[in-house]
């Protein structure tokens, strides 16, 4: 079992090295943003996976608060980018419905 | 001697961690903004799932499991979720889509932002 842990761990790892390159190379600011969110919810995957490879599975509570926070996190950069404000709704160009 | 539930275990996780390698390769590889969230929405959300369900095929019955179950919902409402709210910026933004020769040709992106 502990094999099999190793084994998802070690993919995982490797899939996160490939969304940091994408993260430092995306031409874009929302294809930085998007594997900055993947990056998070591979971290998720990566926390419960240690925690079951070193046998403390306590580690699934940090893992549930990551999730949150990942999601928090990347919903406020996208406002950010769309708005260039946390708070305001105001839109850029007209004419446009939400 | 592993039962059939630790086994079904294995296959959930290795084939989970095959999804999540497929899906970091896309998004490297990929064309385009809007081909790169297919990659890493979809692969993300099926290869959470399976090595989340294998973990709590190996976990039974317990408290572990319960909070493998929230991890599970959390991640199946906010990565679609955050997909789409990110697509949706993009395009609003002003983004454009590759399309037709255009992703055999590779155009350069526009620099937005």
């Known amino acids: 079992m502990t094999g099999v842990f190793a084994a998802a761990t070690a993919a995982i790892v490797v899939c996160m090295g490939l969304t940091l390159a994408r993260s430092i190379a995306g031409p874009t600011v929302f294809d930085r943003i998007l594997a900055v969110n993947s990056f998070g919810t591979k971290t998720v995957l990566l926390i419960a996976l240690v925690g079951y490879l070193a046998g403390r599975p306590d580690f699934l509570d940090l893992a549930l608060v990551y999730a949150l926070m990942n999601f928090i996190g990347t919903i406020a950069a996208m406002k950010f980018t769309r708005f260039g404000d946390l708070a305001g709704m105001e839109d850029d160009d007209s004419g446009e419905v939400f | ?113």
Do not use: N
């Open chain 2, 1 to 113: 001697m592993a039962g059939p539930i630790e086994v079904l275990s294995w296959v959930c996780i290795l084939s989970g961690s095959v999804f999540v390698i497929i899906g970091g390769i896309g998004l490297l590889r990929l064309p385009d903004f809007y081909t790169r969230i297919h990659a890493a929405g979809i692969t993300d959300t099926l290869g959470s799932w399976l090595i989340l369900a294998g973990l709590m095929l190996h976990e039974g019955f317990t408290l572990g499991a319960a909070k493998l179950a929230m991890l599970l919902f959390f991640l199946l409402t906010t990565s679609p979720l955050s997909s789409h709210a990110l697509a949706k910026a993009a395009f609003l933004r002003g983004l454009d889509p590759l399309q037709g020769r255009d992703l055999v040709d590779r155009h350069e992106v526009d620099d937005i932002a």
